[in-house]
T-cell receptor
C-alpha cells in the first residue's frame, strides 16, 4: 500500500520560514506533489518533484530525496494568507493517475 | 477559461437516500477523478475516468458508482447513504499527459447525511 506521513500542525509568524516534511511509503514512486487548501476551498497545485533536489517557485520551494523517501515544502516570507492546509501527494499509477494524499498539515501564520 | 465546476455546492440527505453529484472538467481535459474529503483528512481517491472509461477505483463500497459522458463531464452516485458519507466531494480534472500530473480541483460538493 501507499502511505504518507506529515505533521498535523505547524505555527509560525509573518515573515518567518517554515518547512513541512513528508515521508512516504509507496509501491513504485513517480514523484511527490504538494497542494494547498484554504478552509472551505479547493486544493490547488503548488509543486511537483520527480527527481532529487530543490524546485523553487517564488516564495515556495519543494525538495525531494528519493533514497530517503522524504520530501519537504519550504515556505519563505510567510504571509497571513499562507494560513491553510498543505498536503503532500503521490500518484498511484495502479489507479490511473489518481493521487494518494497525506492527512495534511495545518499551517497557522500569526502577526 | 472556466475552471472545474461542480453541482450542487451543498446537499442535505437522510440515511438510505441516494445522491448524484455532477462535475464539468476544464475544457480540453479528458480525465476526471473523484475524491472524498472528511473533515481534518486529506482527499481520498474514489474513481478516475478517462475517455469515458474507468481507469481506477479506490477502496470504496459498491454503493459508490460513477460515469463519464461524451462531453467528459462526470457524475458520482452514492446509494443507500450512511452518516459516514458526510463529506466534501471533490472532482478534479487533468490532461493525463502532463509531466507533473497536476490535478485541477473543483470547489466541491458538501454532502451532509442526517
Amino acid at each position: 500500500g501507499q502511505s504518507l506521513e506529515q505533521p498535523s500542525e505547524v505555527t509560525a509568524v509573518e515573515g518567518a520560514i517554515v518547512q513541512i516534511n513528508c515521508t512516504y511509503q509507496t509501491s513504485g514512486f513517480y514523484g511527490l506533489s504538494w497542494y494547498q487548501q484554504h478552509d472551505g476551498g479547493a486544493p490547488t497545485f503548488l509543486s511537483y518533484n520527480a527527481l532529487d533536489g530543490l524546485e523553487e517557485t517564488g516564495r515556495f520551494s519543494s525538495f525531494l530525496s528519493r533514497s530517503d523517501s522524504y520530501g519537504y515544502l519550504l515556505l519563505q516570507e510567510l504571509q497571513m494568507k499562507d494560513s491553510a492546509s498543505y498536503f503532500c501527494a503521490v500518484p498511484d499509477y495502479q489507479a490511473g493517475t489518481a493521487l494518494i494524499f497525506g492527512k495534511g498539515t495545518t499551517l497557522s501564520v500569526s502577526s | 477559461d472556466a475552471g472545474v465546476t461542480q453541482s450542487p455546492t451543498h446537499l442535505i440527505k437522510t440515511r438510505g437516500q441516494h445522491v448524484t453529484l455532477r462535475c464539468s472538467p476544464i475544457s480540453g481535459h479528458k480525465s476526471v477523478s473523484w475524491y472524498q474529503q472528511v473533515l481534518g483528512q486529506g482527499p481520498q481517491f474514489i474513481f478516475q475516468y478517462y475517455e469515458k472509461e474507468e481507469r481506477g477505483r479506490g477502496n470504496f463500497p459498491d454503493r459508490f458508482s460513477a460515469r463519464q459522458f461524451p462531453n467528459y463531464s462526470s457524475e458520482l452516485n452514492v446509494n443507500a447513504l450512511l452518516l459516514g458519507d458526510s463529506a466534501l466531494y471533490l472532482c478534479a480534472s487533468s490532461t493525463i499527459k502532463g509531466g507533473n500530473n497536476e490535478q485541477f480541483f473543483g470547489p466541491g460538493t458538501r454532502l451532509t447525511v442526517l
